[in-house]
């Protein structure tokens, strides 16, 4: 992985590599858009956001002209582009500045909240009705598929799964906005940590804490999408869901903190992504729930005062803005 870190930071040609090619074999496969987004992710932390911005929109034009080239649809290329510049790119180099000059990932992680939030009170300032929306979209896009796949579902039942479906799809944009901005900027600092600082990444990831404003939001979102009606009172659970996210990935720095101040096996964590593998959607519940009650409980300084040595107590400070510690 050094290798590979050296090569991004050799300079903007090796980069942009990496991330036009990245971007353009995400369509192909999805898990390339971290193979793009973390080459920019660690050039925005080592060199500062304005080369971030640099490679970002270099690469963009690269793209637009590549695809204008092969022929493809313009509405295509629009479409890919917006995503991929505003709702994958942006939020990256802002959560990476965040973090570059805080050098702290639960700065970041609320960075990340904060600009998905954003694209969650846009979306529903743009669509008004987002579950109509998002049911025409269903019905435009995906009940053909479930159909062409022969699911066996039937014609009652296949509008109960949309109708399910609609009622959450904007928190789910809003979540996948968050993961992913936050799950390239992971594997940036880690990048650069194996350079520059070994071991950093490990205890910058381990102490992500939000302290327990975070809970306020929570528990006024919930009064919120309660108490009011209308769009409001959707906007205001589609923001509870991405908190729910949010208090994921604290959950998950949760259970390997603990694993590491405990001296736990390395098994606890190798059975825990294998779980997700099968059950994502209820790991995740209860990480949420693990990071909720981290938050007013902060399980992890209670282990240290009770004097639990920890196998990261003697790694470097985090790197800084410019990759040195």
């Known amino acids: 992985m050094r290798a590979i870190a050296e090569f991004i930071l050799r300079g903007r040609i090796q980069t942009l590599l990496l991330i036009v090619g990245g971007a353009m074999l995400t369509s192909l496969l999805p898990i390339f858009n971290h193979v793009s987004g973390g080459a920019l992710a660690l050039t925005a932390l080592r060199n500062g956001p304005r080369e971030g911005i640099v490679l970002a929109l270099t690469a963009a034009l690269v793209i637009t002209v590549t695809a204008f080239l092969a022929s493809f649809e313009t509405a295509r290329i629009e479409t890919f582009l917006f995503i991929l510049v ?173 694993v590491a101040v405990t001296q736990a096996r390395i098994a606890w964590l190798v059975g825990l992504y294998l779980l997700m593998l099968f059950a994502l959607p209820q790991v995740v519940l209860v990480l949420s729930a693990a990071g909720f009650v981290d938050s007013l409980m902060d399980f992890r300084a209670r282990f240290r005062k009770k004097g639990v040595p920890s196998q990261g107590q003697d790694e470097p400070p985090p790197p800084g803005p410019d990759g040195a510690t």
């Open 86 to 258: 505003l709702l994958v790119w942006l939020p990256l180099l802002v959560v990476a500045q965040v973090l570059r000059n805080s050098r702290s990932m639960g700065a970041a992680l609320a960075a990340a909240a904060a600009v998905s939030a954003l694209v969650v009170i846009g979306f529903h300032v743009m669509v008004g009705d987002t579950q109509t929306w998002w049911r025409s979209v269903m019905q435009e896009m995906l009940v053909p598929m479930l159909e062409q796949a022969h699911t066996g579902l039937a014609a009652d039942e296949m509008d109960k799964l949309v109708d399910t479906l609609a009622k959450v799809m904007t928190g789910i944009l809003g979540a996948t906005v968050l993961y992913t901005a936050m799950t390239n900027v992971f594997i940036g600092r880690w990048l650069q940590a194996v350079v520059y600082n070994p071991g950093g990444f490990r205890s910058e990831f381990h102490a992500i804490h939000l302290g327990r404003w975070m809970v306020g939001v929570a528990l006024v979102l919930l009064v919120m999408g309660n108490l009011t009606g209308g769009g409001l009172a959707g906007a205001s659970l589609d923001l509870l869901f991405l908190v729910g996210a949010v208090y994921s990935l604290q959950g998950l720095s949760l259970v390997h903190g603990v």
